[in-house]
């Protein structure tokens, strides 16, 4: 078993920054990928950054440029560093750990005002 636990959310105007923080612990030798998720109100969980084992990020078109995904092998933590955010980043943002199955925190939510 893996327990993933997020923080670092909150309220930010647009134009401005965020960081969200993740760790993880348990079981992790299974485990190959860390990445951010976020669910806006209505709509599907979406996968925004990840990076595996190696270093080899990816990130979805709507936050590339904006958003810079870290990790932390050796602490087993995954950092989110949110920059010039969109109203539309508003959801609540999950970290998601995969290896084999997917572990899952409990969210944080992220408020963008205009």
């Known amino acids: 078993q893996v327990q993933v636990v997020e923080s670092g959310g909150g309220l930010v105007q647009a134009g401005g920054s965020l960081r969200l923080f993740c760790a993880a612990s348990?079981?992790?030798?299974?485990?190959?990928?860390m990445g951010w998720y976020r669910q806006a109100p209505g709509k599907q969980r979406e996968l925004v950054a990840g990076?595996?084992?190696?270093?080899?990020?990816s990130y979805s078109d709507s936050v590339k440029g904006r958003f810079a995904i870290s990790r932390n092998n050796a602490k087993n933590t995954v950092y989110l560093q949110m920059n010039n955010m969109k109203v539309e980043d508003t959801a609540v943002y999950y970290c998601?750990?995969?290896?084999?199955?997917?572990?899952w925190g409990q969210g944080t939510q992220v408020t963008v005002s205009s």
């Open positions: 998601g750990v995969a290896g084999g199955t997917t572990y």
């Open positions: 348990g079981s992790m030798f299974s485990i190959y990928f």
């Open positions: 990076i595996t084992n190696g270093g080899s990020t």
